[in-house]
C-alpha cells in the first residue's frame, strides 16, 4: 500500500530538540516534493519545511535557524532544534505527486506525529 510513517514525536523540553522521520513505502518509487505540516491545537495546519526531489528547501519563517529538513529519496526528516512551547502541535508528513508502478496520487498524508514542548 501506499502510506507514510512518521515517528520521532515526543514530550521535549523547550530549548530541547527532536527529530522526526517519515518513511514511506516500498510501494512508492517517487515523490516530487515532501514536507513536514502541522498542527497545534485551536489552529490551522500549516506548512513548517518542504524539500523537492532535488534538495530545493522552503521553511515556516516561524522556524527558519532551528528547524532543518533532509532528505533521502522517499525518507525525509526533520530536525528540531531550540524547540519552544509554540512548536507544540501534530506534525504531518506530507508528500506531493507520489509515483508507485501503477498510480500517481497527487498528494499522501501520513498519520501525525505528536510533539510536545513543555517544561
Known amino acids: 500500500q501506499v502510506q507514510l510513517v512518521e515517528s520521532g514525536g515526543d514530550l521535549v523540553q523547550p530549548g530541547g530538540s527532536l527529530r522526526l522521520s517519515c518513511a514511506a513505502s516500498?510501494?512508492?518509487?517517487?515523490?516530487?516534493?515532501m514536507g513536514w505540516y502541522r498542527q497545534a491545537p485551536g489552529k490551522q495546519r500549516e506548512l513548517v519545511a518542504s524539500?523537492?526531489?532535488?534538495?530545493m528547501t522552503s521553511y515556516a519563517d516561524s522556524v527558519k535557524g532551528r528547524f532543518t529538513i533532509s532528505r533521502d529519496s522517499n525518507t525525509v526528516f526533520l530536525q528540531m532544534n531550540s524547540l519552544k512551547p509554540e512548536d507544540t502541535a501534530v506534525y504531518y508528513c506530507?508528500?506531493?505527486?507520489?509515483?508507485?508502478?501503477?498510480?500517481?496520487?497527487?498528494?499522501?498524508w501520513g498519520q501525525g506525529t505528536l510533539v510536545t514542548v513543555s517544561s
Open positions: 524539500i523537492t526531489s532535488g534538495g
Open positions: 506530507n508528500a506531493d505527486q507520489v509515483f508507485t508502478p501503477t498510480y500517481r496520487y497527487l498528494e499522501v
Open positions: 516500498r510501494s512508492i518509487v517517487r515523490i516530487n516534493t
